[in-house]
């Protein structure tokens, strides 16, 4: 274990995990452990998904899914802003070869 990692002990469902961390990045490992936990008691209390290892899998599957969701956002949001760009660079060099015209 080097200076710059910790050793980071977090309680999912009932159960402790010892995680290796970053050091400055505990608040954000902390608030990941309360996320899942928080969504693999849901999954449990509902009653349909019998065993931890079932619920675990099933939460896995529900952040898999959000991150893909948001990645697929970002990359339309990206492409959104690129065309936009796109679209104020052709006006700026329209307006740049018409002003050209203007002084000939």
């Known amino acids: 274990m080097t200076a710059e990692t910790k050793t980071l002990t977090v309680s999912i469902v009932g159960k402790d995990y010892q995680v290796a961390c970053p050091a400055g990045e505990e608040e954000s490992l902390r608030e990941a452990a309360h996320y899942l936990h928080s969504l693999m008691e849901s999954i449990r209390a509902s009653g349909r998904v019998v065993g931890l290892d ?4 099933m939460a896995a ?10 990645k697929n956002k970002q990359t339309d949001a990206q492409a959104k802003v690129a ?8 006006r700026v060099a329209d307006a740049i070869s018409a002003n050209k015209q203007m002084q000939i």
Do not use: T
């Not at 079932?54 to 899998?57: D, L, N």
């Open 54 to 57: 079932r619920v675990a899998v």
């Open 61 to 70: 599957l529900n952040v898999s899914n959000e991150l893909l969701q948001n």
């Open 83 to 90: 065309a936009r760009v796109q679209k104020l660079s052709d």
